[in-house]
């Protein structure tokens, strides 16, 4: 398992190459949030620095500019995943925010006891919307079963979308567990019944190539900071007739036609759903985030990542005493496991103290805990930047910890 590309990557993330500290950081939580590039970073600096004003309303050629950059990186984020118009990409916030934003936005089309699908092994950003849906409106949300290797149930799916679902809401990539859903069918499924769709792709940008249109789902959403740009932006893509139909979830400047005390009609798609000032920097950092996944995520290092995935369970199981947890050779840039009878958390301390970062819980996916029938987990994750020195520097860890609880 060698990793060339992403050892010449690397130099290009300033938190991989700080020398403040003694030994280098090991960073295995990528599907937390990833690191930035330099060009990001910069990109944001140069932003602050030189072109700081306020979209969409300054009669001067500052604001012109920053609107003019702002919506290049709409177009930029239509052709990165193949949306039709520029109007169905929406900044929000955050993944969890376009969610919200869905699932308050398509309250008038719900009704008492309809029925809303999510994914057993979501993370609770696709469960605790739907559930405050149901809670307002009397709908109920059904939990899609889990095989007994914790993978997308297609039969459990099948039986429930008996029960004609408005809203199948599943992730393409799972938090936890790094399971690639097969979202291609469970959309296809879905539109027979006529269910609306979402597809939760927080861990899937940064690591596959996407296409939405020929996905042909209702809405897909996805937060920059795990795709290499910054904290504090999100996209929502939507069909256009789906975001038209959203009632908007924020309401205030921006996103209105005309108003008065008597009436306020609001303005037409993206504004509409862009209430307030936009995080601009943020967006412009986007931007070149996307370049940056664009010049060098291609196939050759995607079948890297994939190959150091496996690298790194076929190291875990010949450890003994571990558990691994929905461990699958199609699974993307996740493993998860404990080491039998000692607590997460001490796993994760004991590393820490070893300068290698894992993160150690429940990953905000306790319904996936209580399916695996556990309190919390130990979750490895890989980026474009991972290497195999990376895998070899936690595996020594990860023994003399072992060594450590043997004492
Ligand atoms: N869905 C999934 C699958 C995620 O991994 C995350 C982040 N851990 C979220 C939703 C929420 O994303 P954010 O915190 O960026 O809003």
Not at 149 to 177: G, M, W
Not at 184 to 207: M, P, S, W, Y
Not at 256 to 285: D, H, Q, Y
């Amino acid at each position: 398992c060698a990793t060339p590309l992403a050892i010449a990557i690397r130099p290009l993330f300033p938190t991989l190459e700080s020398t403040e500290k003694v030994q280098p950081l090991c960073y295995l939580d990528t599907a937390a949030t990833s690191q930035k590039p330099l060009s990001v970073i910069e990109r944001m600096q140069d932003y602050y620095l030189n072109e700081n004003s306020n979209v969409h309303r300054g009669a001067y050629q500052l604001s012109a500019q920053a609107t003019q950059k702002y919506e290049q990186v709409r177009e930029q984020v239509k052709n990165f995943i193949y949306a039709q118009q520029s109007q169905q990409i929406i900044f929000t916030h955050g993944t969890t925010e376009a969610i919200n934003m869905v699932a308050w936005g398509i309250e008038p089309q719900i009704t008492q006891g309809d029925i809303i699908l999510v994914d057993t092994a979501s993370h609770h950003a696709n469960i605790v919307p739907w559930q405050q849906l149901a809670k307002r409106t009397g709908a109920e949300v059904k939990a899609i079963g889990l095989t007994t290797d914790s993978r997308f149930d297609l039969e459990s799916y099948r039986q429930l979308l008996t029960l004609n679902p408005k809203v199948v809401a599943v992730p393409h990539i799972t938090n936890a567990l790094g399971t690639v859903n097969p979202v291609e069918t469970i959309v296809e499924l879905a539109k027979q019944v006529n269910a609306i769709t979402l597809i939760d792709g927080a861990q899937a940008v940064a690591h596959m190539p996407l296409n939405v249109s020929e996905l042909d789902c209702d809405f897909y959403v996805f937060s920059g900071h795990k795709m290499y740009g910054p904290t504090g932006v999100g996209i929502l893509y939507g069909k256009t007739s789906q975001l038209e139909a959203l009632q908007p979830l924020m309401t205030g400047g921006e996103m209105i036609k005309t108003v008065s005390f008597e009436e306020t009609t609001f303005g037409a798609l993206p504004n509409r759903l862009e209430a307030g000032t936009p995080p601009i920097a943020e967006v412009i950092g986007l931007g070149k985030a996307i370049e940056f996944i664009q010049n060098n995520l291609t196939a050759e290092h995607q079948a890297e990542e994939q190959a150091l995935l496996q690298y790194l369970q076929a190291q875990l199981k010949q450890l003994n005493g571990i558990e691994l947890y929905g461990a699958h050779e199609s699974n993307i840039a996740v493993v998860a496991f404990n080491l039998l009878g000692e607590h997460h958390q001490d796993i994760g301390i004991l590393l820490d103290q070893q300068n290698i970062a894992i993160r150690c819980g429940h990953h905000c996916a306790m319904p996936l805990m209580q399916h695996l029938n556990l309190k919390g987990c130990c979750r490895v994750s890989l980026g474009i930047y991972s290497t195999k020195a990376d895998i070899d520097q936690f595996i020594t860890a990860l023994k003399a910890v072992q060594e450590l609880f043997a004492e």
